[in-house]
């Protein structure tokens, strides 16, 4: 069965830093390609950034600049830093990985930024 759990998220001022964590386990990590989400009440959930198991990335544009995704296929854990955090970061945080034609979720870690 494949896992993810996500950590790291904290309550912090607009303009500061939090990394983001996604363990994973049951799956073959290096040969998948792992994304961030993000959602608030109300919202669809939005497309933060991706790595390939090539390593190659994207990032949703709101946070081009900002954050940076990363992975470590030693410990099969996907990370996100986030730098120069606004308000309109405040989310609740997803690890996602598509596996067998079906997508897997992890709980979700709340980030939010007071200004």
């Known amino acids: 069965q494949v896992r993810l759990v996500e950590s790291g998220g904290d309550s912090v001022q607009a303009g500061g830093s939090l990394r983001l964590s996604c363990r994973s386990s049951?799956?073959?990590?290096?040969?998948?390609?792992m994304r961030w989400y993000r959602q608030t009440p109300g919202k669809e959930r939005e497309l933060v950034a991706s790595?390939?198991?090539?390593?190659?990335?994207n990032y949703g544009d709101s946070v081009k600049g900002r954050f940076t995704i990363s992975r470590n296929n030693a410990w099969t854990t996907v990370f996100l830093q986030m730098n120069n955090l606004e308000p309109e970061d405040t989310a609740r945080y997803y690890c996602?990985?598509?596996?067998?034609?079906?997508?897997?979720w992890g709980r979700g870690t709340q980030v939010t930024v007071s200004s």
């Open positions: 049951g799956l073959t990590f290096n040969r998948h390609e």
């Open positions: 996602n990985v598509r596996y067998r034609s079906q997508d897997v």
């Open positions: 790595i390939a198991a090539s390593g190659d990335t």
